[in-house]
């Protein structure tokens, strides 16, 4: 996909999703798995997040669990959010004082590209995860550079962002900044949850849905090999509760959500000639503050309810890479993790626990590259892991190779253990109820595959097919204990298969990346729930963006994004109805670096509309839907 913000050139257009495993060094994804990259340069002002480019890589499903701009994870091939392990710059996001990662407060702005890996992990990413990895990697300094991008759209949405670069000594600085917010305040249709009943049906607004939020961010790269890098990020969020009977004047308030995160990182590279080496040293803050006005769960008298839960996090991470003889390259990584939750609030005492809690993390990993010839490439991988006193190891296998030319092969098997963090263990002290006693989740998997790259029409064309499975014990699933509640709880087993397909196509000015994912979950373990589908993982999910030159100076994009039937609880009472929503916008590069951006989200108004199916009855709207047709506009200067 070639880069929007300007005039594209055929010949010039790099593609959004690569799924050749022999990237370009510098690109640092070598895998034989199956990655994506995702670029946000190639789409800036169209209002992207983090989560909305994640969902135009094959296998990766986005939840926002309140609507867009809210608390937003993602599962990868049927995988947990938690199994989903997150890395910026090198360095773990995962914490314990959260059961998954908030792509939603993760700013794009400052972000260079995204790399999704599946099936085989690099040893660089040296946490056992099931799921995937999510490697988001900040603009490296390049000297003197600057942008600032203004925007704006529907139900009160803003944003200011810029970064500006410069030499600085022997070496280079980027500084970025981002501040953007929304009012929420979009209208829908409510059937006062009665569904049967359209008499009491009444037009609503969705209340208590604003939020903003403010990032900064200092990277600095040396020639000697010194690196460092400083990020702040605040939102102030507030949260809706459930549609019905929740959004008339006078109606309880909904409560509200003050995130605020700090990070700072220091590392340093180098090299010989039989290899190279690397470690960073990351501090990370993470404080979280929780406010109820009205908690219904204080009934018959119902009060106020606030909770705080901080997370500080040590993390020092290094490694080597070593050839120590020919057709072997050896990767060799080391990790060693601090972190401490701490938990205040009305609900502590009521559960009999202390409300301070710490964990201990070791993890070792060591590869082998190993060069078969005739294009084959074998990978062998074995990590340890270890939090506080229980320890796990695992390992795996990895192929690659071609028939041809043009036609490749990969395949991959591994075991992989997760231990449950403080989060799923303590919970926060007012949504999410205490399960100490959570064991290790444990998971085989395999995958096999094949790409092709080629013309086809005259334009080049690539195409990754591959089949994922995994078996998984003591799965760690989400569990509603009621309308405001819930926890975290094992699975015995459980059992999850698919097909995802990608594909990219570039001719002249004119580019299209399809991708496609069938997932089929299954609990496995006996009782009431056996043979019943894993909760948020639809069966059909796909996407299709297309992009072109309509005039010398205007250029335009489509997407359209398909999301089946899915189910929202373990029992699998209430489904989400499929949905499908289309895109398209346009782009005009003006005179001295500035592009104008005027896009529409859900065209034709299809979430806006969106209800829950549950399993006897008709559709209902269970929860608010989502904000359906959105517009918005931004100007781009870069200089």
């Known amino acids: 996909m070639a880069f929007l913000g300007a005039p594209a050139r055929g010949e010039d257009l790099p593609p959004v999703t690569v799924t050749d495993t022999r990237l370009e060094a510098e690109e640092g994804a070598a895998s034989p798995g199956c990655v994506t990259i995702l670029r946000p340069e190639e789409v800036r002002g169209e209002a992207k997040t983090v989560a909305d480019l994640l969902e135009q890589s094959a296998g990766v499903h986005v939840v926002r669990l309140r609507g867009r701009g809210n608390y937003t994870v993602a599962l990868v091939r049927g995988s947990t959010a938690a199994q989903v392990a997150v890395y910026l710059d090198g360095t773990l996001v995962n914490s314990a004082g959260e059961s998954a990662v908030d792509l939603s407060t993760l700013p794009v702005e400052s972000v260079e590209r995204i790399e999704v890996y599946r099936g085989a992990i690099p040893a660089r990413f040296g946490v056992s995860g099931a799921g995937a990895v999510v490697s988001i990697l900040t603009r490296r300094p390049r000297g003197r550079e600057g942008s600032v991008l203004v925007q704006g759209g529907s139900y009160g949405e803003w944003g200011l962002s810029g970064r500006y670069g410069n030499d600085l000594g022997d070496g280079r600085y980027l500084v970025s900044f981002g501040f953007s917010g929304s009012q929420g305040d979009f209208s829908y249709h409510n059937d006062n949850g009665t569904p049967w009943n359209p008499s009491d049906d009444y037009d609503a607004t969705r209340q208590n849905n604003d939020w903003t939020e403010g990032n900064l961010l200092f990277r600095y790269q040396g020639d000697d090999g010194w690196r460092f890098r400083a990020e702040a990020y605040r939102r102030d969020q507030d949260l809706p509760r459930k549609a019905s009977g929740n959004d008339r004047p006078g109606d309880p308030p909904g409560s509200n959500l003050d995130t605020r995160r700090l990070r700072l990182a220091a590392g340093k590279e180098g090299s010989w000639e039989g290899g190279s080496w690397s470690w960073d040293l990351t501090y990370g803050r993470l404080e979280k503050e929780f406010f109820d006005p009205l908690d219904p769960r204080t009934l018959p008298t119902p009060r106020s309810t606030r909770n705080q839960y901080d997370t500080d996090l040590w993390d020092l991470s290094g490694g080597t890479t070593l050839t120590p003889w020919k057709g072997?390259?050896?990767d060799l990584r080391m990790r060693l993790a601090h972190e401490a939750?701490?938990?205040k609030g009305d609900y502590v005492d009521r559960y009999g626990l202390r409300g301070e809690y710490t964990q201990n993390a070791t993890d070792l990993t060591a590869e082998d590259r190993i060069d078969l010839g005739g294009g084959t490439v074998l990978v062998p991988t074995l990590r340890w892991n270890r939090v506080d006193d229980e320890s796990h190891l695992s390992g795996g296998l990895a192929l690659e190779g071609r028939f041809s030319s043009s036609l490749g092969w990969h395949a991959s098997w591994g075991v992989y253990h997760r231990a449950p963090n403080l989060y799923e263990r303590y919970g926060d002290g007012a949504l999410i109820l205490p399960r100490p006693d959570l064991e290790w989740e444990r998971s085989v998997q395999w995958d096999a595959g094949l790409r092709w790259s080629g013309t086809v029409a005259g334009g080049r064309t690539t195409l990754d097919v591959s089949y994922f499975q995994a078996d998984a014990e003591d799965l760690i699933e989400f569990v509603m204990a009621g309308p405001y509640v819930g926890y975290y709880d094992n699975i015995g087993k459980s059992f999850v298969r698919g097909a995802e397909v990608e594909a990219t196509y570039a001719r002249d000015t004119w580019d299209a990346v399809l991708a496609y994912t069938y997932t089929d979950g299954e609990n496995r373990t006996p009782g009431g729930n056996y043979g019943k589908p894993l909760p948020n993982r639809p069966k059909h999910a796909a996407t299709l963006r297309v992009n072109g030159d309509l005039l010398p100076r205007l250029r335009g994009f489509l997407e359209v994004e398909y999301l089946g039937e899915n189910w929202v609880d373990a029992g699998a009472n209430l489904a989400y109805e499929d949905l499908t929503t289309v895109?398209?916008?346009?782009?005009?590069?003006?005179?001295?670096?500035?592009?104008?951006?005027?896009?529409?989200?859900?065209?034709?108004?299809?979430?806006?509309?969106?209800?829950?199916?549950?399993?006897?009855?008709?559709?209902?709207?269970?929860?608010?839907?989502?904000?359906g047709r959105t517009f918005y506009a931004s100007y781009l200067w870069t200089f």
Request: charged residues 25%.
């Open 328 to 330: 072997h390259r050896v």
């Open 341 to 343: 939750l701490s938990v």
């Open 583 to 627: 895109g398209l916008g346009i782009k005009w590069s003006l005179r001295e670096g500035g592009v104008l951006t005027l896009g529409v989200r859900d065209l034709f108004d299809q979430s806006s509309d969106r209800k829950n199916l549950p399993t006897y009855g008709p559709p209902e709207l269970a929860w608010y839907p989502d904000p």
